[in-house]
């Protein structure tokens, strides 16, 4: 099992940035991709980005393709999420999560372990 704790959401103005951060423990050596998963209310939870862990390779949703940016740190077993020229579609609260086999990086239902969950607000 792989234990996830996100940090850094909060708010932010149309336009600006936010930089959420997930630290994982456990058996990180198991994790294959790394994900961002995000959920607004009354949605269900949509695909973001992902990372696979090995070589760094970053795979995004088109609605922040260009705007976000998936990346690692190997050595702090951190993987961070840059979000600039935010939206207010971008209101959701981001999770992280990591599965320990390949596939399709974009199922949730595809991630064994998940954390808390981190409420990243953007106001026109």
């Known amino acids: 099992q792989v234990q996830l704790a996100e940090s850094g959401g909060g708010s932010a103005q149309a336009g600006g940035s936010l930089r959420l951060s997930c630290a994982a423990s456990?058996?990180?050596?198991?994790?294959?991709?790394m994900g961002w998963f995000r959920q607004a209310p009354g949605k269900d939870r949509e695909f973001v980005a992902a990372?696979?862990?090995?070589?760094?390779?970053?795979y995004y949703a088109d609605s922040v393709e260009g705007r976000f940016t998936i990346s690692r740190d190997s050595a702090k077993n951190t993987v961070y999420l840059q979000m600039n020229s935010l939206k207010p579609a971008d209101t959701a609260v981001y999770y992280c999560?990591?599965?320990?086999?390949?596939?399709?990086?974009?199922?949730?239902?595809?991630?064994?372990?998940w954390g808390q969950g981190t409420q990243v607000t953007v106001s026109p």
């Open positions: 456990g058996r990180t050596f198991s994790v294959y991709h």
């Open positions: 999560a990591s599965k320990s086999v390949s596939g399709n990086y974009a199922v949730a239902n595809d991630y064994d372990d």
């Open positions: 990372i696979r862990w090995s070589w760094g390779s970053g």
